[in-house]
């Protein structure tokens, strides 16, 4: 089955990267509901590592203010919910449940640089996954590094373990794009076809 245009135009052609946001809130149920699409998407040996946080409140968005490049605390404040796409750097220890026809873990315990190549991979693919579904929802998102990811970690993941990865910050955008588009390469510069 192939999506319609509209679909494809939510998912790629249309979306854009958002900066301002309406007040408009996101619930709980949105939240999971989300969740619950983007641990579809695929993972090596099934090792979902990506970890998020949601950052629900103004308080929370505070807590991560600190860590913001000036550039990106304005979008941030403003925005419904800030998500922290993070990884576990020990996800293998979840593959006895999620990979259970093979001793997968053990192919990760005892190595540690394969185990964050991995994570940091896998939790990256998540995250894309997390803004597909968003715009599926009919969610905008705006996706950013220009943080301190040390800072990060310090304030929000340090008593899991978790690494942080890239932020995103989702809700309704606000419909006025601040500039156009930005090119993209085209196929032959991009591709190769062997």
Not at 49 to 77: D, Q, V, Y
Not at 159 to 165: A, I, T
Not at 173 to 187: A, H, I, T, V
Request: proline share 8%; aromatic share 10%; with cysteine.
């Amino acid at each position: 089955m192939t999506l319609d245009d509209g679909a494809l135009d939510t998912l790629f052609r249309n979306a854009r990267t958002k900066t301002e946001w309406t007040d408009e809130p996101i619930s709980d149920e949105t939240l999971h509901r989300l969740y619950d699409l983007l641990k579809f998407g695929p993972t090596s040996a099934n090792s979902s590592p990506a970890r998020f946080i949601f950052l629900r409140t103004p308080e929370s968005r505070e807590r991560l203010k600190p860590a913001l490049n000036p550039g990106n605390i304005a979008k941030t404040m403003s925005a419904p919910v800030t998500v922290i796409v993070a990884h576990d750097p020990q996800f293998y220890e979840n593959l006895p449940k999620l990979f259970p026809h093979a001793d997968a873990r053990d192919w990760f315990s005892g190595n540690p640089d394969l185990s964050e190549e991995t994570a940091l991979r896998n939790g990256t693919l998540q995250g894309a996954y997390l803004i597909m579904a968003a715009r599926a929802l009919g969610l905008d998102c705006g996706p950013m590094s220009g943080f301190d990811n040390m800072k990060v970690n310090q304030i929000f993941l340090s008593e899991q373990g978790w690494r942080s990865n890239f932020l995103v910050n989702i809700g309704q955008g606000k419909p006025e794009d601040p500039f156009p588009r930005s090119p993209r390469l085209d196929f032959d510069e991009a591709c190769v076809l062997l």
